[in-house]
């Protein structure tokens, strides 16, 4: 499959949203570039805008990336006791 790719993008210039655990990159079409952290550390570089067909390849190094916030929780989560009533 031959990608149209629009730009290559350096993850510093893109914004990361911790409560979506995305980063995204404005769109010439007004929208917004996306792709998910998990999708980074899988080793996948491209993220496409909703609204429209264009592509940027992501620059990034996984070693970089944020850690996890699902692993405090999961912790968290075996810690706690249930209570019968």
């Known amino acids: 499959m031959a990608e ?3 730009d290559e993008i350096e993850i510093e210039d893109m914004t990361f949203d911790s409560a ?3 980063y995204h990159y404005p769109c010439p ?3 917004r ?6 999708d980074l ?3 996948e570089d491209i993220a496409v805008c ?3 067909s ?7 190094d996984v070693n970089d990336l944020p850690e996890p916030e699902d692993e405090g929780l999961k912790t968290e989560e075996q810690a706690q006791v249930p209570v019968t009533a």
């Open 4 to 6: 149209n790719i629009y």
């Open 41 to 43: 550390r899988d080793k």
């Open 33 to 38: 570039f996306e792709i998910a952290i998990a």
């Open 29 to 31: 079409c007004g929208d």
């Open 54 to 60: 264009l592509m940027i390849r992501v620059i990034f």
């Open 50 to 52: 909703p609204s429209c």
């Open 20 to 22: 979506l655990q995305i």
